[in-house]
């Protein structure tokens, strides 16, 4: 059973950094598509980064330039590095892993920016 496992969430003030961290355990990272994603309270779940199994990054407008997108096929974890957290980047955030056979979430992480 493939399971994605995030972590690295918090309270966090505004214009500080975090760095989320997801973990692959029972298949590996490199033959995925993973991708960020958040959701904000009352809000759908949005795509903020995706790095495809070729290392091909792609970002939401509203994040690109803050958020970074990176992964470690050796140690089969994704992260997503943000700088400069604005309040509106509140939210919940999950990865995800998708290819031709699997499409797998994790439980997500909680990020509050807040004074």
């Known amino acids: 059973q493939v399971q994605l496992v995030e972590s690295g969430g918090g309270l966090v003030q505004p214009g500080g950094s975090l760095t989320l961290s997801c973990a692959v355990f029972g298949s590996a990272l490199r033959i995925y598509d993973m991708t960020w994603y958040r959701q904000a309270p009352g809000n759908q779940r949005d795509l903020v980064a995706t790095?495809?199994?070729?290392?091909?990054?792609n970002y939401a407008d509203d994040v690109e330039g803050r958020f970074t997108i990176t992964r470690d096929t050796a140690k089969n974890t994704l992260w997503l590095h943000i700088n400069n957290l604005k309040p509106e980047d509140t939210a919940v955030y999950y990865c995800?892993?998708?290819?031709?056979?699997?499409?797998?979430w994790g439980q997500g992480t909680r990020v509050t920016v807040s004074s």
């Open positions: 790095i495809t199994s070729d290392g091909t990054t």
């Open positions: 995800n892993g998708r290819n031709s056979f699997r499409n797998v």
